[in-house]
């Protein structure tokens, strides 16, 4: 999964992506965060990475990150291998709340202090 995720320093100073799996099968391998924060300074990326199994079946998953000090946008990329129908949705929390959730419909989103992916605020 790649991020990246451009919003006001304070607005994302520790943010959680919250994963949805669903699966009819054994196991899904999951790129889980790979995201980029951009900054008047060069750019920062961030990867996670991980194995879900049918013990993670409708249950969610919280990936907590820190985002670096001046951080203005983060755009996320997400990817997995979909084996056996599975679907793993995406959602993202910072401190002040809920900032969106993609249903399983994205591969990609941002997010920034004025703008964002639909889906997203």
């Known amino acids: 999964m790649r991020y990246t995720i451009l919003?006001?320093?304070?607005?994302?100073?520790?943010?959680?992506?919250?994963?949805?799996?669903?699966?009819?099968?054994?196991?899904?391998?999951?790129?889980?965060?790979?995201?980029?924060?951009?900054?008047?300074?060069?750019?920062?990326?961030?990867?996670?990475?991980?194995?879900?199994?049918?013990?993670?079946?409708?249950?969610?998953?919280?990936?907590?990150?820190?985002?670096?000090?001046g951080v203005r946008r983060l755009d996320v990329a997400f990817d997995y291998d979909r084996g056996e129908r599975t679907t793993i949705d995406l959602g993202l929390l910072d401190p002040q709340g809920f900032r969106g959730w993609s249903g399983g419909n994205k591969r990609t989103f941002f997010v920034s202090a004025n703008a964002a992916t639909p889906s997203y605020n």
């Open 7 to 69: 919003t006001p320093a304070s607005r994302l100073a520790c943010a959680t992506l919250a994963l949805a799996f669903y699966s009819t099968g054994a196991s899904a391998q999951a790129e889980v965060a790979s995201f980029t924060c951009s900054t008047a300074t060069p750019r920062y990326e961030i990867a996670l990475a991980g194995t879900i199994s049918h013990q993670d079946f409708e249950s969610y998953v919280e990936l907590p990150f820190e985002v670096p000090t």
